[in-house]
C-alpha cells in the first residue's frame, strides 16, 4: 500500500457551485486559501502510527494524521485545528502502476492519467472517439491521435480504486470528490469534506474483493428463472406481447420474460417513445394484464416493469404527493421540477419518512401486487444539489446517496413481500451503499452504434470498472438504447450485441427510444434465428453462472472479471475490452462494424475455442468470427470443460 511516510496533505478553503441541466453538472471550484502541511512521526506503534501536521510556511502544528492497522486494512483519519473545507491527501504510488475502479468508467478503464470526479450524474462524454482510432485500438495498434475526454460524467461513482499492486483505497464521505490519477508515482483525492480513509491490502485479487465487499456489502444471489432465456423487451400492449410471444415460440426462442417498460403507459416526445411516469397499470393500452401475468407466468415466462423516482406532473399520482407535501422543494418552497430530455417531472422527497414509506408502497401494491416479477429501478442520478429537502440536510451531501437510498426502497418492497426469491429489480444508477441493496446493474443508456466511449465497446470497460468496485453483477441493454440525430440501430449491431450479452448474467433486449427507427430482435428471420441461437446458449450457461453469482453474493467476487484477475501478466493489465465470464470462460466480443475475425490476447494457459474446438496457448492470435460465433474460449484446465464445449452450436 506503499510508504505511509510519504503521504502529503493539503488544507484549505473553497466555494463550489453545481448548476445541473438535464443531470449533467457543472461544476465550479473556487479556492480561497491552501496550505501545504508537512507531516512529522510523533509516536509509532505496532499497529497505530501518529504524525504531528506542520504548516509548511509558518512551522507551528495545526493537525495529526494517525494510521491505524486494523488487520488487512489501513485506516488513515486527519484532525486540524484550521477552520477548512478542501483536503489534499496525495499517496504514494509506483511510477508503472494501473488504477481501476471508481464506479463504472465507460470510455477507459485503466484510470492512469486520468482525473475522476466522484459525483453521480447522467452519463456524458463530451467527445466521440472516431471510428478510426477504435478500429486502431480493436487491431492492437497504438493510434497516430487520442481525443482527450474533456469532461466525464458517471451514473454510477464510488470513492475506491483498486491498484494493480493489490490495494484498494477507499474514502468514507458522500460529498464531492475528485481522484486524480494524472501523475506518476502518485494519487491525490481531493474531499470537499474531512473523512476516513481505508487502505486495504491483499495477496490475490479474489482476496481483495473479499476484502472490500467484506467493509462495503455484497450483491445477493438472484431468483432461479433468470436464467431461463432471454428477457424480451417489448411494449404497446397487451396484443403485441401476446403476438410477440407467439412469434417466438415458432422459432424456438426460450423466453423468461417480458419487460414492458410502458405497463403504465406511454407519451410519445421529439425524444421518441417515452413512458409516463405515473405508477399505476395502465388499462387500456393492457387490458386484462393481471389476468395474463399469471397466465404467463404459468407459462414460465415471468413480467417486468419500470418505475423511477419521478412523477408525470399531468397525472393522479402528482397530484397527491403535492397535496401531501412528499415531493423535493425548490428555494421558493414549490415543488422543484427538473427537466428530463424534453418534459419536467417532480421527484419524491426520499427524506420525508411518510413520502418514503408511500412511494414503497406503490411498488409494494401496484407492481408486486399485479405479478410482476421484476422491474427496471431507473434514475438516481438527479438530486438537484440547490434543491430543499425534508429532513433539512445540505443536497449536496445527499447528492451521491440518492441512488443507494433509491436501491434500499426496492430492495425493502421486495422483502416485506416476502418474494426475495422470486422478485427482483436492475439499477443504472449507485454509489457507496449500492451494494448491499442493489440487486443488478444494467450499464445505463447506451448510443446504438460501435463508438468506443458510449456504444458497444464502452459496456465492457463499464462493467469491469464496476467489477473492481465491489459490484459484480451486470448486464446492459443488447442493442443499445439511445437514438439521436443520424444514429439508428443496425441488424449488425443487434446481434453482436446480443452474443456478448449471451455471455453474461442476464440476456435482455431493449427497443431503445425510438423503436421504430432501430432494428428490432424479430425484424427478419435471420434474426430470430440468431437470437434463439443466442438465447439457447445462455440458457445452458445457468449451472455454471448460478454457481459464478453465488460466488459473487458469499465472497464479492465479481461474475465478469478483468484479465489481471488471475493473470499477472503486462498484457492483462492493460486489457479493456476482453472479460472472463468465472474463472474458466473468456469473452472477447466483436466491437468493430463489419467485422468478420478479431485479434484476442490469451492469458498464458491452453484454451480451446468454443466453436472450433481448436486449442490456443496464450499471446495474441487472430479468430475468425462470423456472425454467430463469437471469440470465445474454455479453459482447457477447467472442471466445466466439457460441459461448457457442449454448449456450442455446430
Not at 80 to 98: G, S, V
Not at 132 to 160: C, F, H, M, N, W
Not at 229 to 251: F, N, P, R, S
Not at 283 to 307: H, Q, V
Amino acid at each position: 500500500m506503499g510508504d505511509v511516510n510519504s503521504i502529503r496533505i493539503g488544507i484549505g478553503e473553497g466555494t463550489a457551485s453545481f448548476p445541473m441541466k438535464r443531470g449533467s453538472f457543472r461544476y465550479r471550484e473556487q479556492t480561497i486559501w491552501r496550505k501545504e502541511l508537512k507531516p512529522e512521526c510523533i509516536s509509532s506503534e505496532e499497529t497505530k502510527v501518529c504524525y504531528a501536521l506542520k504548516d509548511g510556511e509558518e512551522g507551528n502544528v495545526v493537525g495529526t494524521l494517525t494510521a491505524v492497522r486494523e488487520g488487512a486494512r489501513m485506516v488513515l483519519r486527519l484532525k486540524t485545528d484550521r477552520k477548512c473545507n478542501r483536503y489534499w491527501i496525495t499517496l504514494p504510488a509506483q511510477k508503472e502502476e494501473h488504477f481501476y475502479g471508481c464506479g463504472e468508467t465507460f470510455a477507459k478503464f485503466d484510470l492512469k492519467g486520468e482525473r475522476v470526479r466522484i459525483w453521480v450524474a447522467e452519463h456524458q462524454n463530451s467527445n466521440r472517439i472516431s471510428k478510426k482510432i477504435i478500429a486502431e485500438k480493436l487491431r492492437g495498434k497504438r493510434p497516430k491521435r487520442v481525443q482527450k475526454l474533456l469532461k466525464y460524467e458517471s451514473y454510477y461513482v464510488q470513492p475506491t480504486f483498486v491498484s494493480s499492486e493489490k490495494y484498494y483505497v477507499h474514502v468514507d464521505t458522500t460529498d464531492y470528490m475528485e481522484f486524480d490519477f494524472t501523475k506518476a508515482g502518485e494519487v491525490t483525492l481531493f474531499l470537499h469534506e474531512n473523512a476516513p480513509i481505508t487502505l486495504g491490502e491483499a495477496e490475490t485479487f479474489a482476496g481483495l474483493s473479499e476484502l472490500l465487499t467484506e467493509q462495503l456489502g455484497r450483491q445477493k444471489k438472484l431468483p432461479d428463472w433468470i436464467y431461463d432465456g432471454v428477457i424480451l423487451g417489448m411494449q404497446q400492449g397487451t396484443q403485441v406481447v401476446e403476438q410477440k410471444l407467439a412469434h417466438a415460440k415458432e422459432y424456438g426462442i426460450p423466453v423468461a420474460g417480458v419487460w414492458c417498460q410502458d405497463w403504465s403507459g406511454c407519451r410519445r416526445t421529439k425524444f421518441g417513445y417515452q413512458v409516463m411516469w405515473n405508477w399505476e397499470w395502465d388499462r387500456e393500452l393492457y387490458p386484462n394484464l393481471t389476468e395474463k401475468i399469471a397466465e404467463w407466468k404459468r407459462e414460465g415466462i415471468r413480467f417486468l416493469g419500470y418505475i423511477n423516482p419521478f412523477l408525470a406532473i399531468e397525472k393522479e399520482l402528482y397530484r397527491y404527493a403535492s397535496a401531501h407535501g412528499y415531493c423535493v422543494k425548490n428555494q421558493a418552497g414549490e415543488d422543484y421540477l427538473v427537466t428530463i430530455t424534453t418534459f419536467p417531472a417532480a421527484m419524491v422527497d426520499f427524506t420525508n419518512p411518510e413520502a418514503y414509506e408511500w412511494y414503497k408502497g406503490i411498488i409494494k401494491e401496484n407492481m408486486i401486487g399485479i405479478g410482476m416479477s421484476g422491474w427496471m429501478a431507473d434514475f438516481g442520478e438527479y438530486l438537484p444539489p440547490d434543491c430543499v429537502l425534508n429532513s433539512g440536510e445540505d443536497a449536496k451531501r445527499v447528492h451521491n446517496t440518492w441512488p443507494a437510498v433509491w436501491a434500499r426502497m426496492n430492495e425493502e418492497a421486495i422483502r416485506e413481500c416476502g418474494v426475495e426469491n422470486e422478485v427482483f429489480f436492475f439499477t443504472r444508477a449507485g454509489y457507496t451503499g449500492s451494494l448491499t441493496h442493489s440487486a443488478m446493474m444494467w450499464n445505463g443508456d447506451q448510443h446504438v452504434d460501435f463508438s468506443m466511449d458510449d456504444g458497444l465497446p464502452s459496456v465492457i470497460p463499464a462493467t469491469l470498472s464496476l467489477a473492481m468496485s465491489g459490484y459484480g453483477i451486470t448486464h446492459s441493454d443488447a442493442g443499445g438504447y439511445t437514438t439521436i440525430m443520424h444514429m439508428t440501430r443496425t441488424k449488425e449491431l443487434l446481434m453482436r450485441w446480443e452474443e456478448m450479452n449471451a455471455f453474461s448474467p442476464l440476456l435482455r433486449t431493449h427497443e431503445g427510444n425510438q423503436p421504430a427507427r432501430n432494428v428490432q430482435y424479430d425484424a427478419n428471420e435471420e434474426l430470430m434465428w440468431h437470437l434463439s441461437r443466442m438465447a439457447a446458449l445462455h440458457t445452458g450457461l445457468k449451472p455454471y453462472l448460478k454457481e459464478c453469482i453465488e460466488e459473487a453474493a458469499l465472497r464479492g467476487t465479481p461474475v465478469m472479471r478483468p484479465l489481471f484477475y488471475h493473470y499477472d501478466e503486462c498484457a492483462a493489465y492493460k486489457e479493456a475490452y476482453e472479460y472472463l465470464l468465472g474463472r474458466d470462460i473468456l469473452v472477447a466480443p466483436v466491437l468493430e462494424e463489419g467485422a468478420t475475425k478479431r485479434n484476442c490476447y490469451l492469458p498464458g494457459e491452453t484454451w480451446i475455442h468454443l466453436f472450433s474446438g481448436k486449442e490456443y496457448g496464450g499471446g495474441t492470435v487472430c479468430i475468425e468470427a462470423p456472425i454467430g460465433q463469437p471469440p470465445v474460449f474454455i479453459r482447457k484446465d477447467s472442471k466445466y470443460r466439457e460441459q461448457l464445449l457442449n454448449l456450442a452450436i455446430k
